[in-house]
């Protein structure tokens, strides 16, 4: 079993007005493995929503979405990884949002796999699947 930790950009695709049908499908396959959201994510959708007064998506993801997935805190060991990413990423120049880190840091720690649409996190030591292609 696997344990895949969901980016927003999934979330996004599953509340949207007309869901996308390659995500769901990617969902309903992978039921057997444990599915989480963790605070950064959860933080990201809830500023987005809030920042375009999308409440009725919010209310979606509130009431019939976030508990179909396992909660994952994050925890001092992850802002610490979080930290070391950043500065590793700024040695090579590169820019990520403290966001992105976070959930790395994350997956990481859990030894899990990142399902994002989201290239970025390509460039971190952890796997990442695109539930929007495969």
């Known amino acids: 079993m696997t344990v895949y930790i969901i980016d927003t950009n999934v979330f996004s ?73 950043w500065a590793d990423m700024a040695n090579m120049g590169k820019a990520f949002s403290d966001v992105v880190l976070l959930i790395a840091a994350v997956a990481k720690r859990l030894g899990d796999v990142i399902v994002s649409a989201d290239a970025d996190f390509d460039a971190l030591p952890i796997q990442r699947e695109n539930w929007r292609i495969t």
Do not use: M
């Open 13 to 85: 695709d599953i509340v949207a007005p007309v869901p996308n049908p390659t995500v769901l499908g990617n969902l309903a396959r992978h039921r057997q493995d444990t599915l989480c959201r963790c605070e950064a994510v959860d933080y990201e959708i809830r500023r987005g929503y809030l920042k375009t007064n999308a409440t009725t998506r919010l209310a979606t993801y509130e009431s019939k979405v976030k508990q179909q997935f396992q909660w994952v805190t994050i925890t001092e060991a992850d802002w610490k990884q979080a930290a070391r990413f």
